[in-house]
């Protein structure tokens, strides 16, 4: 038992050692001012509004998307060269893309590049922290404000709509909660009642 012990908690810090990507926006005045992102190449996705954040949002990509993501990281070099462009654009937040293998480190700093693949993984990015932040505006909402619950719901519905949400089974739980409780509003249960069959027929 102790040398089977063993083995897992090898495999375990193996695992912790293997290729990650980190990405994080600083934008102060916005709403969050900061985001981080890790995802490691089997999918899995870990969103916080705070470094070091204990309790972060977690969900997971399907395997292709985990590939194109990754697959873009190594086009870019795993970001060994400046992405910054040199044009004079708005400040957009300061974002960070860095590449984590064991003890091997790389990243780059940038307001906006006009590189395709680093503005093809900055959306990504940004996609996971809108659906990230659609979990959390709807929990919340569940927990405290009833009463805002559709207004929730529809900002949920918008962003599936423009296809702008990834991990959709994440949401489930949550949208069958609301459809069971009938202390939330019928409008709100039929909204959420839509929303989790889209999901569940969802073929992306």
């Known amino acids: 038992m102790k040398f089977s012990l063993m083995i897992l908690l090898a495999c375990g810090a193996m695992a912790a050692d293997g290729p990650r990507l ?45 590939a194109e993501v990754f697959g873009l990281a190594e086009k870019l070099g795993h970001f060994n060269q400046p992405l910054e ?7 957009m937040g300061t974002k960070t893309f860095r590449w984590e293998n064991g003890g091997e480190k790389s990243e780059a700093k940038f307001n906006y590049s006009q590189d395709p693949s680093a503005q093809a993984l900055a959306d990504w990015f940004e996609r996971m922290a809108e659906s990230a932040q659609r979990e959390i505006d709807l929990e919340r909402a569940a927990k405290y404000d009833k009463l805002g ?13 423009k296809k702008r949400l990834i991990g959709l089974e994440q949401y489930l739980p949550l949208l069958d909660r609301i459809i069971k409780n009938e202390s939330y509003m019928h409008t709100a249960r039929e909204q959420a009642g839509e929303l989790a069959d889209l999901i569940r027929a969802d073929k992306r």
């Not at 619950?149 to 709509?161: E, H, K, Q």
């Open 22 to 66: 980190f990405y994080s926006k600083s934008f102060p005045g916005s709403v969050p001012p900061y985001v981080e992102i890790n995802v490691d190449p089997g999918g899995a996705v870990e969103y916080r509004e705070a470094p070091g954040e204990d309790n972060p949002v977690k969900f997971r990509l399907k395997d292709g998307e985990a």
């Open 85 to 91: 462009s040199p044009a004079k654009v708005a400040f």
């Open 149 to 161: 619950v559709p207004r929730s719901l529809l900002l949920l519905r918008v962003a599936f709509d």
